[in-house]
């Protein structure tokens, strides 16, 4: 019978060999393919059949070699390693047969292509679990595709949060082509993405290793290795890299409600689109609230916090000493979760609509919003102060901190707009001993300032990456 069957041996070893292949290599007559392969089939091959070498790189007279062979009645089989249908002869093959049929030639010989375990699967499997969740496969060999098109399908790779299989990843002549692709992935991903690679994946040579992204070295890897890339939600645990489907996370949240399980999975989306996501947990926590609150990713380049802000002011929430928050605006005050500040026993005031203000603006000439901090500081001298709307009122917090009318435990500095706006904000900046977080430049509004407080208040939430607990 006229038959050309294509197969994939796998990574080598018999026992990742599949029972189908076995069986089709045991009824070749003949076996064409790179006599590299042939070791791996002979203890299978029938003592008449033939075992024909084509060379390296020699891949389409392979493929018309084996239809020759065909027509004269033999059944030929097409090894490739791993899966001959994953940039193997599989492909090439049935594109020969149907430029055979338009051509008329002779049309009656029956391919079946055998599908084999993949380099990638097996390295995978070697690995840990690092494919669980979807993933998309990349040859960097620019044989036969435009290097300006495997650097789209990179960049395309990195930025949809795909786990990342990397075939023909290096050879003596292309030597640059991985330095690039880390480079590109470490624009999207984070440093510590686990990376795992494996050589002669399923042989006697292999080699097994984990590293991270930004630890990778293109020089421990050459043409037998395939490199695997994990996604934001990819780990390594235990000595093994692990990207869960989302069946552990799903159980666990059999308590959140919706609005928080939506709040979740924007933080989790936040995350993995930041440019450095591998801050400290005391300010990725307030840059996380603060770009979904905006959905400005320049948050990352703006938010000025003092060292450890965040873990400090909510360690005086634990400790007691912040029992109060007086905002400029009464905006800014009704942004701040009320079921976070019954939990915890805090206080918000506001004196913006206070008379008291409004008569002490007029009096001293003053805008309200000074009148407003100048009453806050007779009643609540060590509150933490939170300001949205008005440069006024952190110019006059400068003013009563160092006249030693004001000592708070913090300040949210985040007042928005044109006039003198960036200079409120450097004159709080001068205020060492008081922890602050600072909107800088023009940016901010009462509803910034708002959710940097909700992220000091929540800070216990931050390791588990879990908001929205209060709303």
Known sequence: MKKIIIAGLGPGSPED????????????????????????????IKSECKCIDTGMK?????????????????????????DAG?????????????NRAASCSPADIEVVSLPGISAFQKAA?????????????????????????????IKAAAMGDFVTAIYNPKSHGRYWQLYRLQELFLQERSAGTPVGYVRQAGREEQEVKLTTLSELDPEDIDMFTVVLIGNSQSYINDGKFITPRGYYREEKQEDIKPGQSIMMESFRTIRSEMQHPDVPAWRLWPLLHAI?????????DCLWMDDRATEIL????????LKHIVTDVT??????????????????????????????ADEKGITRSQACMQLAAEEYPEALYVVGNAPTALFEICDLVRKGKMHPVGIIAAPVGFVHVCESKHAVKTLKQIPKMIVEGRKGGSNLA??????????????????GRDL
């Open 292 to 300: 979904h609150t905006t959905v400005d990713f320049g948050m990352e």
């Open 17 to 44: 060999m599949t029972p189908a292949v076995m069986e089709a290599v045991k009824e070749a007559d003949i076996v064409v393919g790179y006599k590299y392969y042939f070791q791996f089939i002979q203890p299978f």
């Open 86 to 98: 994953i940039y193997g002869m599989a492909p090439l093959i049935y594109e020969m047969q149907r």
């Open 331 to 360: 905006m800014a005050a009704s942004g701040i979760r009320k079921g976070a500040l019954e939990r915890l026993g805090i206080e918000v005031h506001c004196y913006i609509n206070d008379p008291r203000s409004k008569q002490m």
């Open 125 to 153: 499997s070697l690995l840990g679990a690092p494919i669980g969740h979807d993933l998309c496969i990349i040859s960097l060999s620019d044989l036969m595709t435009p290097w300006a098109v495997i650097e789209r399908r």
């Open 314 to 321: 909510y360690n005086k929430v634990v400790d007691g000493s």
């Open 450 to 467: 708002a959710t940097l407080c909700n992220a000091i208040l929540t800070f216990d939430d931050a390791a588990q990456l879990k908001p």
């Open 58 to 82: 020699k891949e389409r007279e392979r493929a018309e070699m084996a239809f020759k062979l065909a027509e004269q009645g033999n059944t030929v089989v097409v090894i490739s390693s791993g």
